[in-house]
C-alpha cells in the first residue's frame, strides 16, 4: 500500500487530487481517471469542470445547459474544480453536508484535505 504523502501547503490544487481520487475510488468516475489525470496535469480546469458537472447531472445535464437562469462560469481553475467535486461528493452522499461546511469554514484547506482522506482511507 502506498504511504500518502501529506503536502506542506494546503490550496485548491492539493485539495482537488484527494477530492477526485474519492469519486473515482466510490466508482462515479472511475471510467474517466486517465482522463482526469490528463486535464489536472495539464491545467486544463474548463474541461475538467465541464466533465465533473456532466457526470454528476447525468440526465440532467441537457436540461441544467438549456436553462436560461444557469450559466457556466466564464473563468476555470482548480477552486472551481474543488467545489464542483465537493458538490458532487455532498450530492452522492459520500460527505455529510453539516460537516462538510463546518471544517470549510473554520479549518479551510488543510480541514478538507484531511476530511477527505479520511474518507478514501474508510473505503480501503
Not at 486517465?34 to 447531472?57: A, D, M, P
Not at 447525468?58 to 482548480?78: G, I
Request: proline letters at 4%; aromatic letters at 10%.
Amino acid at each position: 500500500m502506498k504511504k500518502i504523502i501529506k503536502p506542506t501547503k494546503f490550496n485548491e490544487e492539493t485539495c482537488l487530487a484527494p477530492a477526485i481520487k474519492l469519486l473515482i475510488k466510490i466508482g462515479e468516475l472511475k471510467m474517466y481517471e486517465v482522463i482526469i489525470q490528463r486535464f489536472i496535469s495539464e491545467g486544463n480546469y474548463e474541461n475538467l469542470y465541464k466533465l465533473l458537472l456532466r457526470c454528476q447531472h447525468k440526465e440532467r445535464y441537457k436540461k441544467l445547459s438549456e436553462n436560461p437562469y444557469w450559466s457556466m462560469p466564464k473563468n476555470f481553475d482548480a477552486k472551481k474544480c474543488l467545489a464542483q467535486t465537493l458538490s458532487y461528493l455532498l450530492e452522492v452522499g459520500e460527505l455529510e453536508h453539516n460537516e462538510t461546511v463546518n471544517i470549510i469554514t473554520n479549518e479551510s484547506y488543510p480541514g478538507v484535505y484531511k476530511l477527505l482522506n479520511r474518507q478514501i482511507q474508510r473505503l480501503i
